[in-house]
């Protein structure tokens, strides 16, 4: 992976890089910063670790455009605007099942099939 492909998968996954250096890196955003400006190098765990997201991504997807499919009714999903009113439905979650919930609500509304509320 690239400094450059890091940086992309961050923005997709809607992280800061304040909470991928925390959550990921196990590091400061400092030493994240330097992997996206290829002034480091990115471990191989930050490398897994984000090719692991984007296949839970994809999954989450899959399972709900299936579920789209298949419903008959309201097309909605959430978007919670902070963290604090996500771990309000999902008491058990972290702040990447959040980030990731975000952005997978955002492809969704996006391509027109589903209305966030």
């Known amino acids: 992976m690239t400094n450059l492909e890091l940086q992309a998968y961050r923005r ?8 991928a250096s925390e959550f990921i890196g196990n590091t ?23 090719k692991d997201l984007k296949k839970r991504r994809q999954d989450k997807i899959d399972a709900i455009i299936a579920d789209i499919n298949n419903r008959i ?25 959040w980030r990731l919930h975000q952005s997978i609500a955002t492809e969704l509304y ?3 099939l589903e209305v966030l509320c």
């Open 12 to 19: 997709y996954f809607m992280l800061k890089v304040a909470e």
């Open 28 to 50: 400061i955003a400092e030493v994240w910063h330097n992997w996206e400006q290829g002034n480091s190098t990115i471990p191989t765990y930050v490398i897994e670790t984000m």
């Open 73 to 97: 009714g309201s097309n909605n999903i959430r978007y919670f605007l902070t963290f604090e009113d996500f771990k309000k439905v999902n008491p058990t979650l972290t702040v990447l099942d």
């Open 110 to 112: 996006f391509r027109g």
